[in-house]
């Protein structure tokens, strides 16, 4: 897992779970809503921290 966001899924609020990559063991232990709220996982790939110039 790369993060968490707040985001929209059409017009209704969700929780994303932001990823390196999806995976089929990976949507195994992620909940499909938490507290009434869907969550949705994103694809991001790497994040990293940019140079400092």
Not at 14 to 21: E, H, N, S, T
Not at 24 to 36: T, W
């Amino acid at each position: 897992m790369v993060g968490t966001a707040i985001g929209l899924r059409g017009s209704q609020g969700c929780i994303k779970v932001l990823v390196v990559k999806q995976g089929s063991d990976l949507a195994a232990r992620i909940p499909a809503s938490l507290d009434g709220h869907p969550v949705v996982v994103e694809s991001v790939g790497e994040v990293r921290a940019l140079e400092e110039h």
